[in-house]
């Protein structure tokens, strides 16, 4: 359930409004940490309709209680508020101050007197308007004895948190245009904070900010320095201060960039600050990122690596498929031919399963996309003189590697054991079906997938009879007397696949083998 979903009953909003409070929620944790302060997100409960209210727009009923939606808290300094308020009302009668901002669309600032179970609070009242429409209210809540003195660092912070708030009131930020920034390695408040004026210029820099730009190598003050001449000074690789990353430097765009200099890199975000129609600055976060960016390169080099891995595993296993088929050709006995084909055909479904890894950095492997020609493929070998169409109902999705090989050796092995006994001298069909079940939770939290495999032929059948196998008895029934594939197919499902199969009857004529697997998600 989204938390805008209040408003989509409301026929005053729209769509586009739940995605921007959407989006000003995605990064509203900035303001938050800026702040000092806890931010609630609150909607009434009731809302006279703008056909039905003296001002022309949807406003609160005077009785209506407000519900909270949402809920952040800064990571800069102590929470007001111990329990999660989202889904807490705010009843009529406390409420009054947020239904003044709704109706009057301006930002009203209170403070609660403080009490021996209650400190003293400053509120700042938000109202977030859209097309001159008030769609929420978002209040910041200050421990008012947090932080006293007011050090110029924190002066600076909570003046930048409500620009970016008195900029919601106006609907100029978030901006639709710009997603929300919660990327691996996007700077945060307290990785590095600066304010820059109209010009460019740094009026304000952190402590964390100054070290990270010391790092890149500049030497001196950062405040009255314009960014885009100190970069320039520096010994910056790459395509330099270019025509992407100088406008985040200045500010002037909302753009996210990385600057390299030396062995250090640095990720920077700008947020222009606006009054109106006029630009007024720009908060600006930096993060020295060198450690991230180091492991990203070992991560694509060993991703690479192990891509090259089963590149060439595979192209062994398809010389050896080779091999045996050029020794099946110079075989005299049939036998032995036709178990040289088999060898061949089961180092190629192994084969296919490694062609998938290689073109795929995760562990897991695509298995639909690899089993639908690998049953035709096992079908064709097995069918000498008949005619056999194949058929795949279901999706796999994605399976982890181990248990992709696995499966299609089963597969393979099956499909194979239909043609060549199911539908022995006649033409026929070989279908596949798959069915996801319910998944199994176990006591430690483990989650296991479960999947139900069916492969069926229209074929001679095989009476009434019905046999179902699964743990030792699979392998107890994997004995000499029978032939290799089926002692395959049982030691694969009940040691890799961890499940069962049963043998039974296809209504209509010809038999079902219904195979049950499970594997950790």
């Known amino acids: 359930m989204a938390f805008t979903d209040p408003l989509r009953s409301i026929k ?23 702040g000092f302060a806890d931010l609630l997100l609150s909607f009434p409960n009731r809302v006279i309709s703008a056909e039905d209210s003296p001002t022309g727009s949807a406003i609160p009923a005077p009785d209506s209680d407000f519900t909270v939606l949402a809920h952040a808290r800064p990571t800069t300094g102590p929470t007001v508020f111990h329990k ?34 209650q400190p003293a609070e400053s509120i700042l009242v938000v109202p977030l308007v859209r097309n001159q429409r008030t769609i929420a209210v978002v209040s910041m809540t200050l421990d ?9 660092m924190k002066t ?60 890149l190598g500049h030497e001196g003050d950062m405040a009255g320095a314009n960014l885009v001449s100190i970069a320039r000074s520096l010994d910056v690789r790459g395509n330099g201060v270019d025509e992407t990353i100088a406008p985040v430097l200045a500010g002037t765009m909302p753009w996210r960039g990385e600057l390299e200099a030396g062995n250090v890199s640095v990720t920077l975000r700008a947020i222009p600050l606006r009054r109106g129609t006029s630009r007024t600055g720009a908060l600006l976060l930096c993060r020295d990122v060198t450690e991230l960016r180091r492991r990203d390169l070992q991560l694509v080099s ?79 070998t097995a069918s000498s003189t008949q005619t056999v169409r194949t058929e795949v109902h279901g999706e796999f999705g994605r399976l982890p590697s181990k248990c992709a090989t696995s499966m299609a050796l089963v597969i393979n092995e099956i499909a194979a054991n239909a043609v060549q006994h199911g539908l022995k001298d006649r033409n026929g069909t070989v279908s596949l079906e798959v069915e996801r079940l319910p998944d199994i939770f176990n006591e430690d939290g483990d989650v296991r997938r479960v999947i139900e495999v069916t492969v069926s032929d229209d074929g001679w059948g095989m009476g009434d009879t019905v046999i179902e196998e699964s743990g030792a008895s699979a392998f107890r029934q994997a004995g000499d007397g029978e032939g290799l594939g089926m002692q395959i197919v049982r030691t694969l499902v009940a040691s890799e696949l961890e499940g069962k199969i049963r043998w039974q009857p296809r209504e209509g004529g010809g038999t079902c083998v219904v195979i049950q697997a499970q594997f950790s998600v």
């Open 12 to 34: 005053d909003f729209d769509a586009g409004d739940a995605e921007w409070l959407h989006l000003l929620v995605g990064d509203w944790q900035l303001v938050a940490d800026l």
């Open 84 to 117: 999660d308020m989202v889904g807490e009302m705010i009843p009529a009668a406390d409420a009054a101050p947020l239904r003044s901002a709704w109706v009057d669309q301006r930002i009203e600032r209170f403070k609660l007197t403080a009490t021996e179970a």
């Open 156 to 215: 600076v912070y909570r003046e930048t948190a409500e620009d970016l708030l008195r900029m919601a009131n106006e609907g100029t930020w978030p901006d639709f245009a710009v997603r929300s920034d919660s990327r691996r390695g996007a700077p945060r408040v307290g990785d590095g904070m600066m304010r820059l004026d109209a010009h460019g210029r740094v009026a304000f820099c952190s402590p964390n900010g100054l070290s990270t730009f010391r790092r």
């Open 302 to 380: 060993k991703d690479a690596t192990i891509r090259e891995i089963h590149h060439r595993v595979k192209n062994n296993l398809q010389t050896v498929s080779a091999l045996l088929r050029l020794q099946s050709r110079r075989m005299t006995s049939e036998e032995a031919k036709h178990g040289l084909q088999q060898a061949m055909r089961r180092v190629s479904s192994i084969a296919r399963v490694h062609e998938s890894l290689s073109h795929d950095i995760s562990e897991d492997v695509d298995f639909d996309e690899l089993i639908r020609p690998q049953v035709k493929l096992a079908v064709e």
């Open 144 to 152: 008012q004895h947090f932080g006293r003195p007011m050090s110029q």
